[in-house]
Each structure stands twice: as C-alpha cells, then as structure tokens.
C-alpha cells in the first residue's frame, strides 16, 4: 500500500490540556491556538477554578491573549470538592461558562490538594450532573501510600471507578489520560456515557524512557508511563477507530529548573509537535485513516459538538522534523516532547 505524503482532516480538538497562568499561560497558548479549534481546559490553577464565575474570568484571561483572528475556543472547567456547590455547576453548565467537572483525588497530580478525599461526598454535584448530561473528568488514580504507583490506575478501576458507575449509569464520565491495559478494558466495557482520552506521549513511551540509563525528568508525567505491554494496548485503542477513545494532550509545562530538581515536577509539554507525533504513530499502525477520528471527531460527538469547521493538513517529508526548540520565557526555560524516534510528518502552515 503507498503511504500518502498528505493528509488533510478536520481541524483537531484537545480534550485535555494544562494552559497554566500568568506568563507561562501567554507563552503556552500560542502553541494549542495554533492547531486546534477547541480545548478542554483544565482547572487545577493555584488556587483552583471551583465556581463558574472563577471559570469565566480565567476564559477571559485565555481570550485576551488570543489574536483578535483566532478562531481557538476555550472550554472550561471546574475543580470538584467536596465544597463544590451543586446550583452553581448547574447554572455553569447550562449558561454555557463551563463544559465539564474534573476530578482529582487529593493528592494525586499537581495541585490537586484540595481534591476529593471521600467520593461519597461529592455525590449530590454528580447527581445533579447525571441529570443535566455534563460530564466528569476523572484523574483515575487511588492515592493510597500502599499501592505501587504503576498500579495506580488498575486499583482506582475496581475500588472506585467501578462502584461510583454503578451508582450513576447516566453520568458522563471520562476516564482522563488512560495508561494501562486495565482501563482501556474497562472502557471497552460500558456500552454508552464512558470515553476516555489518550495522550501523545503514553503512546509514544514506556517507563524505561524515564528510568533507563539514568532518571530523566522530561518523561516523568502522572500519571505515570507504564510497562511495554500498556503501551501496545493503547496504540491499539487510539488506533482502533473507536470512538471511544480520543485526543488529550494532557499537555502540562512546567520550566526546565521545576523539571530538574531534588523533587522534579511531574507533566509533559507535548503541543508543539502532537499532530506531527501522531501521525508517525498511527503510520506506525498503519492506521492513517483512522487519525481524523482520534483527534478531531470522537471527541466533539461525546461532548455533543459540531466538528470543526476548518481543515487542516499534515505533509510528510523525506526527512525526520527537528526536535521543538526549547521555548525561552523570564524565569527559564520549558522542554518541547522529544518522542525518541525520527518523525516524517509536520503540520502545513
């Protein structure tokens, strides 16, 4: 079969990206306006977005720093507590100032101290989001101090994740970042009202990118990037066609100096070459013609959203794309995604 040296799809989507603030916000966003239309933006600033009008002050602050062209929406979010006031997150949702609820167990990821400790707890705010079909994001991790950390995900599935559906069969749940076999299963389960995103990165790398031949810290993301094994059974999902599975970048910059330290922070910058990534990826899996569903067309349907009106192309060249430059800011400098393999595709400016 001729591999095509072009590509042109919907504009994509991401369901699934750390915008940050401040100046790291205005140096970041330029990246994601660039190529896709919408993103899910999520709330874990400091402090948290956990009411909507915190919500529509923070898309004001995205909005002022877009070109008065840009057609790039952003899609917010709030940071579920157990304070979360559920009248609020209804009028939110139905006024439109946000699209969806995330969910951090406390203590999970970055500045997710103020998540949720008892589940029980924020049952009345599901319920009502049951109701009014808005979905949740779920940071599908236990935090519990005995459980291995690559074995995160799988116990989060069966002890939390499995009871809380069947207590709300309508709720709208995204299982967020998928990483293991365990949750590409348990989504292959649920015939309606479940999807989960996928990031560049988990399809690109295993473990050993962190930990062999010394630790390096622009691989280290939570969660965490697992065995070979999960790898493999996530391409396969991303690359399947099911519409189950889409896009999210779970794009997470922090500068190089928070990165290297005694106590590295955990997050991917991945935006400024996804697409291009990807689409070496699903060449890889001979699946080029499924990429258009992945990042630009599942997601939209599960949110109940026209496709992007635009299109947007992909060439691949004869020669592997340069590595993003490191991006300079004030204080220091932020790390692009290397995916350790030679990558054929751009996207056409």
């Known amino acids: 079969m001729t591999m095509p040296s072009r590509l042109t799809i919907t504009q994509p989507d991401d369901w699934h990206v750390h915008l940050r603030s401040g100046e790291l916000l205005a140096t970041v966003l330029p990246f994601s306006a660039r190529h896709f239309g919408r993103a899910i933006v ?90 009014i079909g808005m979905p949740l994001l779920m940071h599908g991790e236990v935090v519990d101090p005995s459980v291995d950390i690559f074995d995160r995900e799988a116990v989060f599935i069966e002890t939390k994740l499995i009871p809380l559906r069947a207590h709300f069969p309508k709720l709208k749940i995204v299982f967020e970042h998928l990483t293991t076999q365990q949750g590409v299963d348990y989504v292959q389960s649920c015939a309606e009202n479940t999807a989960a995103t996928i990031t560049p990165h988990h399809l690109v790398i295993n473990r050993n990118a962190m930990l062999v031949g010394g630790i390096r810290p622009h691989y280290y993301c939570l969660p965490v990037a697992k065995r070979e094994s999960h790898r493999l059974a996530l391409r396969k999902a991303a690359t399947s066609g099911d519409k189950r599975f889409f896009l999210g970048t779970d794009s997470a910059p922090h500068l190089d100096h928070a990165k290297q330290s005694a106590c590295g922070c955990a997050g991917i910058f991945n935006v400024a070459n996804t697409l291009a990534v990807l689409a070496q990826v699903f060449e890889q899996e001979n699946a080029l013609d499924k990429l258009e569903g992945f990042v630009s067309l599942h997601g939209a349907a599960f949110y109940g959203l026209a496709p992007n009106p635009r299109r947007l192309t992909l060439e691949r060249s004869a020669t592997a794309q340069a590595i993003p430059e490191r991006v300079k800011l004030s204080q220091g400098e932020l790390t692009s995604f290397d995916p350790m393999m030679p990558v054929y595709w751009s996207v056409n400016a």
Do not use: C, H, W
Not at 51 to 79: G, H, K, V
Not at 80 to 90: F, I, R
Not at 96 to 112: E, Q, R
């Open 42 to 131: 999520m709330p874990n600033l400091q402090p948290p977005i956990v009411t909507s009008a915190q919500a529509q002050a923070y898309r004001a602050e995205i909005q002022a720093l877009l070109p008065n062209d840009s057609s790039f929406t952003p899609l917010m979010t709030l940071y579920l507590t157990e304070q979360t006031n559920k009248a609020d997150v209804k009028a939110g949702f139905e006024a439109g100032m946000v699209s969806a609820v995330k969910l951090y167990p406390a203590g999970a990821t970055t500045n997710s101290d103020a998540g949720v400790r008892d589940l029980e707890k924020v049952y009345p705010v599901l319920e009502t989001m049951e109701a």
